[in-house]
C-alpha cells in the first residue's frame, strides 16, 4: 500500500468518524429536547405539591441511568428490530405516565384529607380560636401530605407574612380547586371579618358531596376499566395459550421479521387502544 492510499484511508476514516461523532451529538440533543419536553409538565407540578425527591429522582433515572433494561433493549434490538423499537418506546413513555399517576394519588389524597380539616377548623374557630391559631390546631392533628402545606402557612405567618399572602400564595402553588375554595374564605374573613366556622362548616359539607359523587363516578366506570384491562391483555393470554399447545407458528412473531412486525403493529394498537379508552372514561366534575 502507497502512502497515498494510507492518507486516504486516514483522511476516510477521520471524516467516517467525525460525521458519526456529530450525528450522535445531534441525537443526544434531539432526546435531550424530548425529555425535556415530557418531562417539563408533571416534574414542575411534582414540585409543587412538595413530594419527596428521591422518589422524582427513582422514576426520571429509568431514562437516564445505566441500568439492566437497557441492556435488555439492546439484545432485543439486535435480534428483532421493529418488536426491540416498539419496547424502547414504552420504556421511554411510561415515566412520564408513571409520575402523572403518583401526582393524582397526592392530589386526590390532599382533597381528601381537606374536608375533616374543614371540619376541624371550624371547631376551632366555635371553640373561640382566631384563624391562625385554628390552623396550628388543625395543623399538628392532619396527617401528611396536607399537614405540609398548613404547617408551612403557619410557620410564615409566625415569621412575620401577612396571612392573606400566604394563603394566596399556597393555593396559587398548589392549584387545586377544593384547598382554592378553603383559601378563599380564610382570606375573605380575614380581610372582611364574618363567621368563617360557617363558612368552614358549609365547605366541608360542599366537599363531602362532591368526594361522594366523585366515588358513584369511579363506580359507574369501573367496569369499562375492568372491560379494557382484558381486552388489552388478551392478545398475550392468546399467544401464551398458542404457545403452550404446541403452535410452532406462534415462535414466529419472535423470530421472523414479519412476525416482529405484526408483533410491533399489535404493541401499537394496544398502546393506542388503552389511550383512547382511558380518555373516553376520563369524566371530570367541575
Known amino acids: 500500500m502507497t502512502t497515498q492510499h494510507v492518507i486516504i484511508v486516514g483522511l476516510t476514516s477521520g471524516l467516517t468518524f467525525l460525521a458519526a461523532f456529530l450525528a450522535v451529538l445531534q441525537l443526544m440533543q434531539i432526546w435531550d429536547a424530548v425529555l425535556e419536553y415530557r418531562f417539563r409538565e408533571p416534574v414542575a407540578r411534582y414540585l409543587q405539591l412538595r413530594m419527596n425527591d428521591g422518589r422524582l429522582a427513582r422514576v426520571t433515572a429509568v431514562l437516564v441511568a445505566d441500568t439492566d433494561w437497557r441492556h435488555f433493549v439492546a439484545d432485543f434490538l439486535r435480534s428483532g428490530l421493529p418488536a426491540g423499537i416498539d419496547l424502547l418506546f414504552l420504556c421511554s413513555a411510561a415515566p412520564p405516565y408513571v409520575l402523572k399517576a403518583v401526582i393524582k394519588r397526592r392530589e386526590d389524597l390532599l382533597e381528601y ?101 366523585r366515588r358513584k363516578l369511579s363506580s359507574d366506570t369501573s367496569a369499562g376499566r375492568y372491560a379494557v384491562l382484558v381486552m388489552a391483555l388478551c392478545p398475550l393470554g392468546f399467544i401464551g395459550m398458542f404457545a403452550l399447545t404446541g403452535q410452532d ?22 398502546c393506542l387502544g388503552i389511550r383512547t379508552a382511558i380518555r373516553i372514561m376520563d369524566i371530570r366534575l367541575n
Open 113 to 213: 384529607q381537606l374536608i375533616a380539616s374543614a371540619t376541624g377548623l371550624a371547631n376551632a374557630l366555635k371553640a373561640g380560636l382566631s384563624v391562625p391559631q385554628g390552623l396550628k390546631t388543625i395543623a399538628q392533628e392532619t396527617p401528611v401530605p396536607l399537614n405540609i402545606e398548613l404547617s408551612n402557612i403557619v410557620y410564615q405567618f409566625d415569621h412575620g407574612r401577612p396571612l392573606t399572602e400566604t394563603l394566596a400564595a399556597t393555593r396559587q402553588r398548589l392549584q387545586l380547586e377544593p384547598f382554592t375554595l378553603f383559601c378563599l374564605a380564610l382570606e375573605v374573613a380575614s380581610e372582611r371579618g364574618g363567621r368563617v366556622n360557617v363558612a368552614m362548616e358549609r365547605l366541608s359539607t360542599s366537599l363531602q358531596e362532591w368526594f361522594r359523587l
Open 249 to 270: 407458528s406462534v415462535y414466529l412473531l419472535f423470530t421472523d421479521l414479519l412476525g416482529q412486525v405484526v408483533l410491533a403493529i399489535i404493541i401499537l394498537l394496544i
